[in-house]
């Protein structure tokens, strides 16, 4: 595709239920990144993906949170139990290897 | 452990020019970008520099030392539209491995008239 598309643009959801995240990233790039950001605040690292190599989850906030990249492309996020504190934009970046990333518009998620 | 400190908030005058300021430390390094963030939108790329010295695109120029974790964005002839968030992000390779940016809290550029 011409740019990263993430879906859906916005999720308001009630505290306790599972989301999931959807990011395309762009055609060939073979590392994809997500990150989040809460109002103010800079871009917080979750996970990332390079190849078919196992995924980099340092960054995930706990087990609540799960990432997967089917077929080396399209990736879910996923927030099971969800809470007040996962509201945040949620940022998906793709890159050629290690070259800039290009970040998607995101998805905002607001739980209530 | 990884550290990136850029200012939070700067104003500049329309046509003026403006350098923002930004300084790290990590346990390794293997290049930093710019990004320009406007409200409620995507980060988009501005710069990237890896080896030591000033990187000029337009308008906007970037410049690195790495012998002292610091890096700056000057941006020229400034307009209204580059009223936004400024990122500073550095990759370092020794973070498990992975060739992840790790980004600052961003500045916030006010331009006025």
């Known amino acids: 595709g011409a740019g990263v598309s993430q879906s859906p643009s916005n999720k308001v959801t009630e505290k306790g239920k599972d989301v999931e995240l959807r990011c395309d990233p762009i055609s060939g790039h073979t590392a994809l990144y997500w990150y989040r950001q809460s109002l103010g605040q800079g871009l917080e690292f979750l996970i990332y993906?390079?190849?078919?190599?196992?995924?980099?989850k340092s960054g995930l906030p706990s087990d609540r949170f799960s990432a997967e990249r089917t077929g080396g492309s399209v990736s879910t996020l996923t927030i099971q139990r969800t809470q007040q504190e996962d509201s945040a934009v949620y940022l998906c970046?793709?890159?050629?290897?290690?070259?800039?990333?290009?970040f998607g518009q995101g998805t905002r998620l607001t739980v209530v | 452990g990884q550290n990136i400190d850029q200012p939070t908030e700067m104003t500049a005058t329309e046509g003026a020019i403006v350098q923002i300021n930004c300084t790290y430390q990590?346990?390794?390094?293997?290049?930093l970008f710019w990004y320009q963030q406007h409200a409620g939108e995507a980060p988009t790329f501005l710069s990237y520099n890896v080896l030591d010295g000033l990187e000029e695109k337009g308008r906007f120029s970037s410049f690195l030392s790495r012998s002292k974790g610091y890096s700056y964005l000057l941006l020229k002839e400034l307009q209204m539209k580059d009223s936004a968030s400024y990122l500073c992000?550095?990759?370092?390779?020794?973070?498990?491995?992975?060739?992840?940016?790790?980004f600052g809290r961003g500045t916030s550029l006010i331009v006025h008239p």
């Open positions: 993906f390079q190849g078919n190599s196992a995924p980099d």
């Open positions: 990590t346990s390794g390094f293997n290049g």
């Open positions: 992000a550095v990759r370092d390779p020794q973070r498990g491995g992975s060739y992840i940016p790790t």
């Open positions: 970046a793709s890159s050629l290897g290690v070259r800039e990333a290009f």
